[in-house]
């Protein structure tokens, strides 16, 4: 459904060093440059980040996330952590296991330099009865 998700930036080389390392622990390359954008690209989509080409400033939406998948909750974590110390900060609940009586899932909750809400979900394998 999705090709692609963009966020603005105030600070376009803080959120690229912020970026490099949260995609990096999911095992995503560093950005690559394009005139006026940083892009993350990977099997499963395109990520960028952008000064506002309308020459506003950068804002964040109230009651918007981004979800990122994982393989495993060690990389999630991973993630949530190698985020934090490139200047992000960590929301929600800590990162950990969630259960609602029939689904339990790892979720890692965050936010970018610039505000944006990120978060790392794994989903472990239905087992088979």
Same mark, same amino acid.
């Given at each position: 459904?999705?090709?692609?998700?963009?966020?603005?930036?105030?600070?376009?080389?803080?959120?690229?060093?912020?970026?490099?390392?949260?995609? #990096?622990?999911?095992?995503?390359?560093?950005?690559?440059?394009?005139?006026?954008?940083?892009?993350?690209? &990977?099997?499963? #989509?395109t990520?960028?980040?952008?000064?506002?080409?309308?020459?506003?400033?950068?804002?964040? #939406?109230?009651?918007?996330?981004?979800?990122? #998948?994982?393989a495993?909750?060690?990389?999630?974590?991973?993630?949530?952590?190698?985020?934090?110390a490139?200047?992000?900060? &960590?929301?929600?609940?800590?990162?950990?296991?969630r259960?609602?009586?029939?689904?339990?899932?790892?979720?890692?909750?965050?936010?970018?330099?610039?505000?944006?809400?990120?978060?790392?979900?794994?989903?472990?394998?239905?087992?088979?009865?």
């Open positions: 459904m999705f090709s692609h998700v963009i966020l603005g930036s105030n600070d376009l080389e803080r959120a690229k060093r912020f970026y490099d390392a949260f995609f #990096g622990a999911l095992g995503v390359a560093p950005a690559v440059f394009d005139r006026y954008r940083y892009f993350y690209r &990977s099997a499963s #989509g990520f960028g980040i952008t000064t506002p080409i309308d020459g506003q400033p950068a804002s964040v #939406g109230n009651g918007g996330t981004i979800g990122f #998948g994982t495993t909750p060690e990389q999630a974590k991973a993630a949530h952590d190698a985020g934090v490139a200047g992000g900060s &960590s929301c929600e609940d800590p990162p950990g296991w259960e609602n009586g029939k689904h339990r899932i790892y979720l890692a909750y965050l936010r970018d330099p610039d505000g944006n809400k990120l978060c790392l979900l794994h989903r472990p394998a239905r087992e088979a009865h």
